[in-house]
C-alpha cells in the first residue's frame, strides 16, 4: 500500500481509493462498530443519504427504505455500485459549487444525513453544512461522528508505523465547536456522546471496554470517537437586508489596498467601505484615494486616524460608519474578505448578537501564525472564556461584526472599562459581554500574510494581554 499522506487533491485518485479500501478491511471493527450505532438511530422506512460514502459499506449496513451516497472518488463508487446496485450513488465534490443540483431538482428531502469521519478533511465544515440544509426538512436528523482531539498522537503514531491510511493534516475539533457550526447552518445539536475506547477487537477485552468502560465519566473522554446528532429546524425569523459598513484599519499594506474593494462581497442592502489608514511609512494612504478613484460605483471613505494603534482606528471609523451591521476586516487578508458573508448572515439569521472570527478551528497554514503566539492565543482564549463566562476560542481574530446600535451602547459604556485597549479587540468583547450580548463564533482559514510585515509584538503585546485579564477580572468577574 502507498506509504504518502494523502491530502485533499488525492482524494479522487484510484491510488487512494485502493489505500481507503484496504485500510476500511484491515480496520473493520472499528468500521462496522461505527456503522452498528448509525444503524441504531436510523428507523426502517427512512430514506438515508451519506455524504463521503466511499464503497457504501455503511450505507449497506442500513436496514432502511432508500439509500443515497455521494462521493467525490468515482473509483471507490464503480467498486461499490458492484457490491451494493441497491444504493444510488452520486459522483460529487461535496465542497464544489452545485454537488447536489441533481437532489435538489428533483426536491429530495432525507430523513437522515450521516457525516462519518469527513469533517476533519473538510476545506470549510460550515459551508458543507449549510449546503445539506437544502436536502433537509424540518425534522430531519444529521450524524456527524469524528475522530476525538486526544487521539492525535497515537493516530500520527499509527500512520508512521503503518498501521493506518495516511490522511496528511486535519481538522481537530471539539464537541462544542462542532455544535457551533451546526447551530450557525441551520441545525439544533442536540445529544452528543463517545464510542470506542479500544477500536481493535481483542476477544472479550474489547467488548467490555466498549460496552461499559466507555460510558463512566472519566474514561469517556478518552474514546477515539465521538458523535452528535442535530436536528434541521427552519428559521421561523425572517432574515432582513441590513446595510453593512466593512471597516478596513491599514498601516503600510499598500500592496493589498486593490485587493481588498476587489474581493469585499457585497453585504445585504448596501456595503459602505471604511479604510481608516494609521500614518503609514509607504503609499497606503495615495493607493486608497487612487482606488476610490478607480470604484466610483463603491461606496468607499478613507480617514486618517489621529491617535495609535488598531483601537483608535476601528474606533475613528466605527464613529463614521452608517450601515446597519459593523464588521472589521484587517488589512493584512489573513482572513479572506469572501469570508465576511459568514459574519453577516450569523447577524442576519439571529444566530448571534455578537460574532468573533475563530482562527484555531481548521489547519493554518505553515507560516500564517508563529508556534508561541499560536500556544499564546489558546492560553488567553481559556482565560477569556472564564472571565466573560462565554465560550471563546480566539481572543485576537481581527475580525468581528456586531449591529452598529450595540456598538454604539458598548461606546456609551466605555468609561467602565477605560479607553487603554490598543487591539480593539477586548473593548469589544468586554463591552459585548457587559451588555450580555449573545457571542457566537464564526470558524475561518487564516491565511499566510503576503505583503508586509506585522505590527504585533508578541512579549509587549502579551504583557498587555495578561494586565487587561487581571483587569477585567477586577470589572466583570469580581465587580460588585
Known sequence: MSKKAFTYGDFGSREFAESKMYWRRRNRYYHDSIAGFIKSLVGKDSDVLEIGCGTGETLAALDCAKRTGIEINTYMISEGMKSH????????????????????????KFDFIIVSDLIGTLNDIQKVFEKLSDVSREGTKIIVTYYNYFWNPLLKLGEALGLKLKEGNRNWLYIEEIKNLLRLSGFNAGKSGSLLLIPKKIPFISFIANRYLSELPLLRRLCLAGWVVADFEKSENESRDYSTTVLVPCRNEEGNISKIVDRIPGLGSHTEIIFVEGNSTDNTYSRIEKVIKENPDKDIKLFRQAGKGKGDAVRTGFEKAEGDIFIILDADMTVA?????KFYNALANGKGEFINGSRNVYQMQEKAMRRLNKFGNI?????????????????LCGTKALFGSDYRRIADNRKYFGDFDPFGDFDLLFGASKLKLKIIEVPIRYGERTYGSTNINRFRDGLMLLRMCFFAMRKIKFAD
Open 337 to 341: 474578505p469572501e469570508d465576511l458573508n
Open 85 to 108: 446496485p441497491n444504493i444510488e450513488f452520486i459522483s460529487a465534490d461535496i465542497e464544489s459549487e452545485e454537488p447536489l443540483v441533481e437532489l435538489k431538482r428533483q426536491n429530495r
Open 379 to 395: 492560553f488567553f482564549s481559556k482565560v477569556f472564556s472564564w472571565l466573560l463566562g462565554q465560550r471563546i476560542t480566539d481572543t
